[in-house]
């Protein structure tokens, strides 16, 4: 078996950092983790957008902690669809996020304090800049092939845009061109738990020695919910109660956790309050609501699509709901309208948005594939 | 395997044009197109498995129900569409040939030749054909229509579509006596009048 040679490495950036809103971040650090290695002509590099909550640790056993494996660990390593016996693969933790990477939590040069609610909003377009430069310190001209599934799709696609020459091939997974008014609403709720937790203090909460983790774990109960499907739930949890062996499954007539289901999201959102920033939060489904790259050509995808170069390949899980094949199928259009190279698939799988997190077969071989077929074409 | 019709809808396409091939199955006409002529060309199927052979073949690949319409496709938008032994297997009949004639400048339609003699014999005996065109029995055949050359000629008609070319095949041979009762494989070239 060969190895996954994970390597870990934080990257400083010493010069300033334009942002969409106009804001200037004077330096930045960004943590990556690699898998395999770089071939001589650096031309087997693939970089991995994450998701809302993922970090750079996308394969392998974390290095502090062997029980944490990487959040696409069943999709990138020796052997895997994407394989990196052949590839070298990147994950870089996003600016703005809490793992590591210069985010609300890192201090401010300019006051000598944790930036709190002083860290500017950061884009998706942002992070692709700062992902370019990394790929420029990493001496990578073009990229194999930049992937990502759901917020890391929308990296993907934003690359093709902004860079369309630096990537021969783009893979956007269970992804959307743009959220929609659902999607933005769910977000609110999400940001509205956290603004109003009495904890929050402006987002400046660091001072005071606390985390608003009533509204983190809230804000992740309703996200949840949006990452399943209702057959899924219904397959998981139905509407059995949450009783000890033995006890009737009998009502309490109570508030308190009485379903399955909702044990299930209190267990999901107390975990995830425990090691999530809120402030990182609020950044990351911001990004989410402002990601529209339509929005400079006048609403046009087609035009703002007319000059990728990439080979794209779309995928989209029938029972997503979060961001359904509707909202893949518009990329296709996009690209087919303008004669780009795409395939489409559209996997049947019963999971709801987090399916592309799952092993799939019908899934997994089709990224096995178009990944094989990058190496024939090379070769 | 190379079917027979490969060869025949080939000739009909032109070097260097936009081709989309609708129920393209594991992508076999495409690659073999592909080997012919430089042309840009992109597949419609449904099937994961076909979807796959497609994309191993590094084809571009749209996953698609055909019986949904073409919506993804803009008017005009191909120099020919082709409808290789898929008609036969769609309920809509007239609603995917409306489409392709929308999406195509020029279409290629084949299917199997109900009328062909064997066809008739085995059901003047009683019995649904089954034959190197018909491969499979009543009970378990993805076709859901059967169609002769006549029939087809009729239906394209009153759809509005011109008939500019026709190759009626047998066993791979081009049949000129009595199509509709020699041919057991109808090609049309198609677009709208």
């Not at chain 2, 005009?76 to 036969?88: A, E, G, M, R």
């Amino acid at each position: 078996m060969s190895e996954l040679h994970l390597s870990r490495n934080t990257i400083h950036f010493a010069e300033p950092l334009p942002l969409q809103s106009g804001a200037i971040l004077s330096g930045y650090d960004l943590v990556i983790e690699t898998y395999g290695k770089l071939n001589a002509d650096k031309s087997n590099a693939v970089l991995v957008c994450h998701a809302l909550n993922a970090s750079h640790h996308v394969a392998g056993s974390n290095p502090d902690d062997a029980k944490d494996i990487g959040w696409w660990d069943n999709m990138i390593g020796p052997g895997k669809p994407v394989d990196t016996d052949h590839f070298f693969v990147i994950g870089v933790n996003n600016l703005g996020s809490c793992f590591g990477s210069t985010g609300p939590k890192s201090i401010n040069p300019a006051s000598g304090k944790q930036y709190g609610a002083d860290f500017p909003v950061i884009t998706v377009e942002d992070w692709v800049n700062t992902q370019a430069r990394l790929a420029d310190k990493l001496g990578i001209r073009r990229f194999a092939a930049v992937m990502g599934g759901s917020l890391g799709g929308m990296q993907a696609l934003a690359w093709s845009i902004q860079f369309p020459k630096r990537l021969a091939h783009c893979l956007v997974i269970a992804s959307t061109p743009k959220l929609s008014a659902q999607n933005i609403a769910f977000n609110e709720v999400a940001r509205n738990a956290i603004l109003s937790d009495p904890d929050f203090h402006g987002g400046n909460y660091y001072e005071h020695g606390v985390v608003p983790k009533r509204g983190l774990r809230l804000a992740r109960m309703v996200g949840h919910i949006t990452y399943l499907s209702d057959d899924d739930m219904a397959e998981k949890f139905g509407r059995e109660l949450q009783r000890p062996n033995g006890e009737p499954q009998d009502y309490r007539f109570s508030f308190d956790v009485e379903f399955e289901v909702e044990s299930y999201l209190h267990h999901q959102g107390d975990k995830f309050s425990t090691y999530f920033d809120a402030n990182t939060y609020l950044l990351i489904t911001r990004a989410l609501d402002y990601f529209d790259p339509s929005r400079r050509y006048g609403g046009s995808l087609n035009r703002a699509l007319a000059e990728v170069q990439a080979k794209f390949l779309v995928v989209s899980f029938s029972t997503d709901w979060r961001f359904p094949p509707n909202r893949s199928r518009e990329i296709v259009e996009s690209l087919l309208s303008n004669k780009s190279e795409v395939s489409y698939a559209e996997i049947d799988a019963p999971h709801g948005h987090d399916a592309f997190l799952l092993d799939d077969p019908r899934y997994h071989n089709l990224i096995r594939a178009y990944f094989e077929q990058m190496l024939e074409v090379q070769s | 395997m190379m079917r027979a019709d490969f060869a025949a809808i080939a000739n009909w396409i032109a070097p260097n044009s936009e081709v989309l091939d609708l129920g393209c199955g594991d992508g076999s006409f495409l690659e073999y197109l592909q080997k012919q002529k430089p042309v840009h060309a992109y597949g419609v199927e449904i099937d994961d498995a076909r979807v796959l052979s497609c994309v191993q073949k590094g084809l571009n690949v749209i996953q698609q129900n055909l019986e949904g319409g073409l919506a993804l496709f803009e008017n005009n938008s191909f120099d020919t569409v082709v409808l290789s032994q898929t008609l036969q297997t769609i309920h809509e009949t007239e609603k995917i040939l409306r489409e392709v004639a929308r999406v195509g400048k020029e279409s290629i339609v084949s299917f199997p030749n109900f009328a062909h003699w064997s066809h008739r014999l085995s059901v003047g005996f009683g019995r649904m054909p089954v034959s190197k065109s018909l491969p499979y029995q009543w009970y378990n055949t993805p076709n859901v229509r059967v169609l002769t050359v006549a029939d087809f000629e009729k239906l394209a008609s009153s759809l509005g579509l011109q008939i500019l070319d026709q190759c009626i095949l047998h066993e791979g041979r081009q049949v000129t006596l009595m199509p509709n009762l020699f041919g057991s494989l109808a090609l049309f070239r198609v677009r709208r009048a």
